[in-house]
Nanobody, 118 residues
Framework: QVQLVESGGGLVQPGGSLRLSCTAS????????MAWYRQAPGKRRELVAS????????NYADSVKGRFTISRDNAKNTVYLQMSSLKPEDTAVYYC???????????WGQGTQVTVSS
């Protein structure tokens, strides 16, 4: 059964950093472009960052450029999101899945809550 497990979220002060991890089960991880998404209360889920299957190409939402870095380790079936200079507006539940999300490769996981507050 394929699934995604996100972890690494928490409460952090503005300006702080967090590293999120998302580990996939199954053998299809390495063939998919993967992405991190986030959903804040009352808002639609939005794409934060994506990475090609090989890891050679990345893309970021304008709101996180220069602050977030996406990476992946195909040997560990894991995609990461290093977040720095966090702002209160980064507060959301963060999810990973394939990109584009129209027909996701995995069932959506539980996500991991990131709260940026003093």
């Amino acid at each position: 059964q394929v699934q995604l497990v996100e972890s690494g979220g928490g409460l952090v002060q503005p300006g702080g950093s967090l590293r999120l991890s998302c580990t996939a089960s199954g053998s299809i991880f390495s063939i998919h472009r993967m992405a991190w998404y986030r959903q804040a209360p009352g808002k639609r889920r939005e794409l934060v960052a994506s990475i090609s299957s090989s890891g050679s190409s990345t893309n970021y939402a304008d709101s996180v450029k220069g602050r977030f870095t996406i990476s992946r380790d195909n040997a560990k079936n894991t995609v990461y999101l290093q977040m720095s200079s966090l702002k209160p507006e980064d507060t959301a539940v963060y999810y990973c899945n394939s990109d584009p999300p129209t027909y996701p490769a995995y069932p959506w996981g539980q996500g991991t809550q990131v709260t940026v507050s003093s």
